[in-house]
């Protein structure tokens, strides 16, 4: 099978709101009157985002999932997406779950893919998503990390920490009762992007990032980009991660390995998590509980921009908590 057969055999499907798809030089999209293009693109290396024998669909589904969760930290609604595709063979045992992986979760959420670049050599994926933001009155009503304020609520969406959990698990470092495992993996290879969450954000949310490094590290972005400091409860997170709750009843034998002071870890920078970190002003309290509601996505509240610069860690007793977590960066 050869590199245009590939192609029309797993990638080419009629174009539905694209005006024009796979096939051409160039795909044409008609962006709807009064909108904005938000773009965004990731790439996932074998041996640094994933492990060469995970399993095909899910990787499909991941590659596409942290693209999406870009465009529901900018509260985007998702349009289309591009495939760049470097592959070492044309093994179909291989594509043919990758893109089932991948269209069930474009389908899920409306995006189409519309082109894209298909090269012999190392496993690598490569995606651009495109998404629409309403611009009113002039004014784009994208999330940007850059409006948080002073006295602003801090909140994230979801769980933290699970997907961290199950990549040490893989690694070999800390061992986990089979039921537990099956849960954090799932967070780990088929994270759910929060994009109805996002677009139930816009005109509410001051700022938003999606977690991906790790929650401190993603926070420390909104901050920097909004010249505030803000104090995080580390109680609050560290009671999002699942399978930290479900610990004791799933029986343990390995509790050694998994002492509370990693759990805490994980939950603050574990990174993979792709929930939505964002503001919001307190008198906005209801509106973020509604939002929360309608995208049927769950919204914690787990600390509070401040005037004063850096981040402050305490314990639900209101202790200090030293910061000593790192977030995930490449090159570092
Ligand atoms: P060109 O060389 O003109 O850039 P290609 O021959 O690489 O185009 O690709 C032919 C068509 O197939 C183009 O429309 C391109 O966007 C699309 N395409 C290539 N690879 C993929 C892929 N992995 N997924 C989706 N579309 C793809
Ligand atoms: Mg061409």
């Given at each position: 099978m050869g590199e245009f057969d590939l192609i029309e055999r797993y990638f080419k499907r009629p174009a539905r709101q694209a005006a024009l798809g796979v096939g051409d030089d160039c795909a044409l999209l008609q962006p709807a009157p009064g909108t904005q293009l938000a773009i965004s693109c990731d790439m996932l290396v074998q041996g640094r985002h994933f492990f060469a024998d995970v399993d095909p669909f899910t990787l499909g589904h991941k590659a596409l999932a942290v693209n999406?969760?870009?465009?529901?930290?900018?509260?985007?609604?998702?349009?289309?997406?591009?495939?760049?595709?470097?592959?070492?063979?044309?093994?179909?045992?291989?594509?043919?779950?990758?893109?089932?992986?991948l269209f069930a979760l474009a389908d899920a959420h409306g995006c189409e893919l519309v082109g894209g670049d298909t090269t012999q050599g190392p496993l690598n994926i490569c995606i651009t998503v495109f998404g629409e933001v309403p611009v009113l009155n002039g004014r784009s009503q994208a999330l940007l990390r850059s409006g948080a304020r002073a006295g602003d609520d801090l909140y994230v969406s979801g769980t933290l920490g699970d997907a961290r959990l199950a990549l040490e698990v893989l690694r070999g470092t800390v061992s986990l009762p089979a039921p537990l495992l099956a849960a954090a993996r799932l967070r780990l290879e088929q994270p759910t992007p929060r994009v109805a969450l996002g677009?139930?954000?816009?005109?509410?949310?001051t700022a938003a990032i999606d977690v991906s490094d790790g929650l401190l590290g993603d926070l420390g972005?909104?901050?920097?980009?909004?010249?505030v400091g803000a104090t995080v409860n580390t109680e609050l997170a560290l009671a999002l991660v699942a399978a930290r709750a479900d610990y004791p009843a799933a029986g343990t034998g390995s509790g050694a390995a998994?002492?509370?002071?990693?759990?805490?870890?994980?939950?603050?920078?574990?990174?993979?998590?792709?929930?939505?970190?964002?503001?919001?002003?307190?008198?906005?309290?209801?509106?973020?509980?509604?939002?929360?509601?309608?995208?049927?996505?769950?919204?914690?509240?787990?600390?509070?921009?401040?005037?004063?610069?850096?981040?402050?860690?305490?314990?639900?007793k209101g202790q200090a908590v030293p910061n000593t977590y790192t977030s995930f960066e490449h090159f570092a």
């Open positions: 999406l969760s870009d465009l529901a930290a900018c509260g985007a609604k998702p349009l289309a997406f591009t495939l760049a595709l470097a592959l070492p063979r044309a093994d179909e045992a291989w594509l043919a779950p990758f893109a089932q992986g677009l139930a954000l816009r005109g509410l949310a972005h909104i901050l920097q980009q909004s010249g998994t002492r509370p002071a990693q759990w805490l870890g994980w939950a603050l920078a574990g990174g993979d998590d792709y929930e939505l970190l964002f503001t919001a002003p307190t008198s906005r309290r209801d509106a973020v509980a509604a939002a929360a509601r309608t995208s049927q996505t769950a919204v914690t509240r787990i600390g509070q921009i401040d005037a004063e610069r850096g981040l402050r860690l305490l314990d639900g």
